[in-house]
């Protein structure tokens, strides 16, 4: 049996932040029925130059994306463990090469030295949270492997922020000038919420008596 955290690690607007994972990780796979130089542009030339590194990216990280919400399934957690298990080694294979995959092309980016850098980092934030999370998980320690979870999640949910963020930034800024500063905004405040979240569960209660 799982132990229960002394105050919920997840907030409760879990189902809204679900959906928005699930509707973001289907339309990013809208390159397979349309061409991507209508619907991803600024990814033209990484699918000219080095479509493996792209389309391993782009097709493998929605995928992390979609299984979110089953990987947070406390029901699924408890009523079919192998299935959790099997569904967190795919997750884990996804984010090892789409992660590698975002590495390499975070430096081939046409957006500057801080886009490519503020990716890069994600990249390898991403790839190593999710690393600390399967080797807890191997070594039984379940309350600390859900706590790196939720700093692969929140990881993960850049692919959310980011798109949520691209349009303010044209509306406002224009695209040229927000691109590189959403590629550290999408995923460095999803990291200060991560650790919050883990720290308020580490927390001693204050309902506890002195």
Same mark, same amino acid.
């Given at each position: 049996?799982?132990?229960?955290?002394?105050?919920?690690?997840?907030? %409760?607007?879990?189902?809204?932040?679900?959906?928005?994972?699930?509707?973001?990780?289907?339309?990013?796979?809208?390159?397979?029925?349309?061409?991507?130089?209508?619907?991803?542009?600024?990814?033209?030339?990484?699918?000219?130059?080095?479509?493996?590194?792209?389309?391993?990216?782009?097709?493998?990280?929605?995928?992390?994306?979609?299984?979110?919400?089953?990987?947070?399934?406390?029901?699924?957690?408890?009523?079919?463990?192998?299935?959790? %298990?099997?569904?967190?080694?795919?997750?884990?294979?996804?984010?090892?090469?789409?992660?590698?995959?975002?590495?390499?092309?975070?430096?081939?980016?046409?957006?500057?030295?801080?886009?490519?850098?503020?990716?890069?980092?994600?990249?390898?934030?991403?790839?190593?949270?999710?690393?600390?999370?399967?080797?807890?998980?191997?070594?039984?320690?379940?309350?600390?492997? %859900?706590?790196?979870?939720?700093?692969?999640?929140?990881?993960?949910?850049?692919?959310?922020?980011?798109?949520?963020?691209?349009?303010?930034?044209?509306?406002?800024?224009?695209?040229?000038?927000?691109?590189?500063?959403?590629?550290?905004?999408?995923?460095?405040?999803?990291?200060?919420?991560?650790?919050?979240?883990? %720290?308020?569960?580490?927390?001693?209660?204050?309902?506890?008596?002195?």
């Amino acid at each position: 049996m799982y132990p229960i955290p002394k105050r919920p690690l997840l907030p %409760r607007s879990l189902p809204v932040i679900w959906f928005l994972a699930i509707a973001i990780a289907l339309a990013s796979l809208r390159f397979l029925i349309a061409d991507i130089a209508l619907v991803m542009p600024f990814m033209l030339h990484h699918a000219l130059e080095r479509p493996i590194l792209l389309y391993g990216h782009i097709a493998l990280a929605p995928v992390a994306l979609a299984l979110l919400p089953l990987q947070f399934s406390t029901k699924m957690r408890l009523r079919r463990p192998t299935l959790h %298990r099997w569904l967190g080694r795919l997750y884990g294979v996804v984010i090892l090469l789409s992660g590698l995959s975002g590495f390499f092309l975070a430096f081939q980016t046409e957006m500057g030295p801080i886009a490519a850098s503020g990716l890069a980092a994600l990249a390898v934030a991403w790839l190593s949270t999710t690393a600390v999370a399967i080797y807890l998980a191997i070594q039984r320690d379940i309350p600390a492997h %859900r706590r790196w979870m939720i700093r692969s999640a929140a990881l993960t949910l850049a692919a959310v922020t980011l798109r949520l963020y691209l349009p303010i930034g044209e509306l406002t800024v224009g695209f040229d000038t927000a691109y590189p500063l959403i590629c550290w905004a999408c995923w460095v405040p999803n990291m200060f919420v991560a650790e919050w979240l883990v %720290r308020r569960e580490l927390a001693p209660s204050s309902a506890q008596p002195a």
